[in-house]
């Protein structure tokens, strides 16, 4: 697997407001914003012949920080004037908006289901960035995402964009992670240096590997800060 980037980053109090997470800009010096930027760098970098576009965010279990790296990924990649979308596609959960503070009444599931044009759905948060929500909960969320319409309309944003930023579920609890990582061109594995059991990381690696998905790498969030200062950057 190639190693992309591994960060280190400590939790920020008052993490119920999930406004706080977005530390690209609310604190841009910091050890955690310069993290993601180094995670932009090899994104930008790393793969030069064969640069992927559409990524997707998803992690072995819940509340591993895949939404909170989706989201300050986005901004960093939208501040070097990469046109950046992010897709909100955990469609049984979805807290995109709610970081950016963006209101949810129409998102993606208007779109796949052809109600509304991507472009009368979308919001800017930032120049640069624009994030599509979920809108209304569908009953059936993997048959939409398994759906020849949604293959399409990852077709078109992707001719549309430098980066399509996809934030997925746990992999652990659903298949849509999986049925994601086909459309994509590469995933990104968050995984909490707290919580992430080698077992549940094991398991994901396989059933990423049975659908033939590209591992970009692994994002591990949450690393405490050592006696020595962070734990730096650890590549496996
Ligand atoms: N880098 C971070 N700084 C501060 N808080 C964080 C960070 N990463 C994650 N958190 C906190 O951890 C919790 C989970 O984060 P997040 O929603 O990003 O995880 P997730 O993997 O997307 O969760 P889910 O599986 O529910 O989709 C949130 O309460 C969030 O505020
Ligand atoms: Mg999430």
């Not at 930032?126 to 048959?143: I, R, S």
Request: net charge positive; glycine share 8%.
């Amino acid at each position: 697997m190639a190693e992309l980037e591994v960060w280190n980053n400590e939790r920020r109090s008052g993490e119920n407001d999930l406004s706080g997470r977005l530390v690209t800009l609310i604190d841009p010096t910091s050890v955690a914003a310069e993290a993601y930027r180094t995670l932009r760098t090899n994104l930008l970098y790393a793969l030069v012949d064969n640069p992927p576009k559409v990524i997707v965010m998803t992690s072995p279990g819940p509340q591993e920080g895949k939404s909170t790296t989706c989201a300050n990924l986005g901004i960093v990649l939208a501040q070097a004037d990469k046109r950046t979308l992010i897709l909100d596609c955990d469609l049984r959960k979805p807290v995109v908006h709610k970081v950016f503070g963006l209101r949810n009444i129409r998102g993606i599931v208007d779109v796949l289901v052809g109600q509304r044009r991507v472009e009368d759905v979308w919001q800017e948060p930032l120049l640069g960035l624009k994030v599509l929500p979920v809108g209304p909960l569908p009953p059936n969320p993997a048959e939409l995402l398994s759906s020849r319409r949604f293959a399409e309309f990852i077709a078109s944003v992707r001719k549309q964009f430098d980066y399509v930023l996809i934030d997925a579920p746990p992999i652990g609890l659903v298949s849509d992670p999986a049925v994601l990582a086909t459309q994509g061109d590469g995933v990104l594995l968050v995984l909490d240096a707290q919580k992430t059991r080698k077992t549940a990381l094991r398991e994901s690696m396989r059933s990423l590997e049975a659908v033939g998905a590209n591992v970009l790498g692994t994002v591990m969030n949450n690393i405490k800060k050592g006696k020595g200062g962070y734990y730096g950057y650890r590549y496996e």
